[in-house]
């Protein structure tokens, strides 16, 4: 049976989300610019801070990846929806975030994010994070 469209793009996002994850832990914030919209949005899950710009949120990466303290957070996809009638894609799942020192967990909640394809890569544009735990 081939695979669909809309099963192709789900997986597309899915190794994307991978490859975030995997920045995320390696500190690698020119990975993270690949994959981030020119307008990005991100509310954050504790404060509900608003980071708008791929530029701010490198810069909140950058001093998240400098903090002697640093976490180290895990996005996991639990559903992604492909739209039909756009290139837009929605995903929701969990995350935690851990301390890189030790692995001792910090805080975890539910996320979604906006997924958009851009010259045949998908991007994120928005996202938006709950801390529950």
Known sequence: MAQTVDSTAELAIRRR??????????????TISQLLARDVVMV??????????????????R??????????????????????????????????????????ALASGDYCAKWREVLGEWVIVAEVFATLA
């Open 63 to 104: 001093r998240e990846f400098a903090s002697p303290a640093r976490a180290v957070y895990t996005r996991t996809p639990v559903s992604v929806a492909v739209s039909r009638v756009e290139p837009v894609a929605f995903e929701q799942g969990h995350w935690q975030g851990v301390e890189a020192s030790s692995g001792k």
């Open 44 to 61: 954050t899950g504790s404060d509900s801070a608003v980071v708008s710009g791929r530029n701010a949120q490198l810069k909140a990466w």
């Open 17 to 30: 989300r991978a490859t975030f994850n995997r920045a995320i832990a390696e500190g690698d914030h020119a």
